[in-house]
């Protein structure tokens, strides 16, 4: 089993949805969660990082994250065809290696206006 | 002020060739990570380095490939005796060094081998 698991979608929304992304990881160890977007031909870009369950919110954007079903999600309210990006969750690693992020695949979003 | 900057940004090499691939990172940044991110596979860990400790070198797929980071700043990627399953975009990325910090990304160099 991979350590980060994200469905690769792709996925396709009318612009003003509410659009919910997901990914489940293994190791409870994990203290750290981060959600990157990436633009096609870009590098990937910090969106939101959380260190504990619940929910966090910036803007249009809410991470949370479950650690009893080892589940993290992004969701985005009011969708707009800029949002239209892969999205990577990570998270941070634990012991001694806590410098190292694992990536999930990603999934490819699509706003349509 | 100034990102992470990559070069070049896109590299075409035959078969057996070496290659190398430049990252300067942020100022003041101490940390320094190397990225590969294959068609469909996902970011996968290369090596990192912090401040003057042995780089982690773990994530380097086989011996073919070697970075060093000269003065704590500019990092070079090489890849020897280029192979197909070489091609992919090798992002670097670099931090504050300190614990969980985020990573701040270039653009990263888009590598083909023919």
């Known amino acids: 089993q991979k350590e980060v698991e994200q469905d690769p979608g792709p996925l396709s929304v009318p612009e003003g949805a509410i659009v919910s992304l997901n990914c489940t990881y293994s190791n409870s160890a994990f203290q750290y969660f981060m959600w990157y977007r990436q633009y096609s031909r870009k590098g990937p870009e910090l969106l939101m990082y959380t260190y504990s369950s619940g929910n966090k919110e910036d803007g249009r954007f809410t991470a949370q994250v479950d650690k009893s079903s080892k589940y993290i999600s992004l969701f985005i309210r009011d969708s707009q065809p800029s949002d239209s990006a892969t999205y990577l969750c990570a998270k941070g690693g634990s012991g001694g290696s806590n410098y190292k992020l694992t990536f999930g695949k990603g999934t490819l979003l699509t706003v349509n206006p | 002020g100034a990102g992470v900057s990559q070069s070049p940004s896109n590299k075409v090499t035959e078969k057996g060739k070496d290659v190398e691939l430049r990252c300067d990172p942020i100022?003041?940044?101490?940390?320094l990570y190397w990225y590969r991110q294959s068609l469909g596979q996902g970011l996968e860990f290369l090596i990192y380095f912090q401040g003057n400790s042995a780089p982690d070198k773990s994530g380097l797929p086989s011996d073919r490939f070697s970075a060093e980071r000269t003065g704590g700043s500019v990092s070079t990627l090489t890849i020897q005796r280029t192979q197909q399953e070489d091609s992919a975009v090798y992002l670097c990325a670099s931090s504050s060094g300190t614990v969980n910090s985020p990573l701040h990304f270039g653009n990263g160099t888009r590598l083909t081998v023919t």
């Open positions: 100022s003041g940044h101490t940390a």
